[in-house]
DNA sequence: GTCTATATAGAGATAGAC
DNA sequence: GTCTATCTCTATATAGAC
């Protein structure tokens, strides 16, 4: 967009979003305990101080990058309502959910994957990602849903999540991850009733 | 067993089994990072020393820990060598791995989910959780199984994991996880083929 | 908006007395 | 086998020049 010159170093205009994305590849790789704000600064080829310009300090950039995940699950809840009752509905929605997985989605993953304990920790203060699908399973199960439907829903929603941990020592690619999870998903929800 | 008196403190004989289950217990709530020599110490009411003296350091006690754990993939690799081959040894030690979970199993599921970037840390200097299972799906599955159907027997291995995040926010008991995960491994390997 | 320099706090770990 | 005291390192975060 901008002419840069031959400078190496980074542009100022989107430098915001050029912080989450590369502190998302490290809390993702090496745990948001385990990356310092050094090593965000460092892969950015800038020094700490200026990230803390951009940013109040490390939670800020987590809780961002939190944000930008949320409108994901809002988007299905808005589907969801808009759906005619039925008995495949969860059938459904979850077949939608699973297969709309984008590569971002993915990556929110493995940081969520890579990050549990900082997310709990997040989400007591309000902003929890399991609340979400709280709100999900509830709009796509009868009310008096037994434990069982209960745990067999949310696991048919979170099959990539299970697929990519499956993946993890193998060659399998993205799409083929999303492809055993759809199977996944499609086995979980075939016989609920 | 040993009189200990009317002390309130720890007993000397089995310090280091009481130190492996409070450490246990804090890094799976809080996270191995975010649990410091002195919160373990704390806990059992001594000092950061006393620790030192039973364990080499932090990195010691995660080992130990993992160590306690290993026993009962190699239980299921002896059982799946006894087999005789056939096309359901995926359905039948799938159930079987997922039918046996035990408590300690559980917590030890916990504390992987809330540790996975130590762990993967941790597995780069041999003794990986991932690889215990790569043998495992090597013995069950055909050499030459597609892609897919070894992501689907991952995930039938994995299913009490899945079910266990399924359950976070819900009034669950483990039997009913398991029970949901005994479900979800049938429904993944009855036609498998 | 980015820098240098520094304040401050907490971690893991060790020495050595008891 | 547990203690007190201390070392060392690294982290987050801030102050203030440019």
Redesign the interface.
């Known amino acids: 967009m901008s002419s840069t010159g031959t400078s190496g170093r980074r542009v100022g205009s989107e430098t915001r979003a050029e912080i989450l994305r590369v502190a998302l590849d490290l809390f993702t790789s090496?745990?948001f305990?385990?990356t310092s704000i050094r090593d965000i600064a460092e892969a950015l080829g800038v020094t700490k101080s200026s990230l803390y310009y951009h940013f109040a300090g490390k939670e800020a950039i987590i809780r961002a990058l939190l944000d930008d995940r949320r409108s994901d699950v809002e988007e299905l809840l808005a589907w969801i309502d808009e759906q005619p009752p039925g008995t495949d509905l969860l059938h459904r929605a979850a077949m939608r959910w699973v297969g709309s997985t984008s590569p971002d989605r993915i990556r929110g993953m493995r940081f969520a994957?890579?990050?549990?304990?900082?997310m709990r920790?997040l989400a007591d203060d309000g902003g929890?990602l399991?609340?979400w699908f709280?709100d999900v399973v509830r709009r796509v199960l009868p009310e008096d849903a037994p434990?069982?439907d209960?745990?067999?829903a949310?696991?048919a929603f979170?099959?990539v999540?299970?697929?990519l941990?499956?993946?993890?020592?193998?060659?399998?690619t993205e799409a083929?991850?999303v492809?055993?999870a759809l199977?996944?998903t499609a086995?979980?929800t075939?016989s609920t009733d």
């Open positions: 090496r745990g305990d385990g994957h890579a990050n549990r304990p900082v920790k929890d399991r609340a709280d434990v069982a209960v745990l067999r949310r696991m979170d099959t999540s299970a697929a941990f499956a993946a993890q020592t193998t060659a399998a083929e991850v492809e055993a199977a996944a086995a979980l075939r």
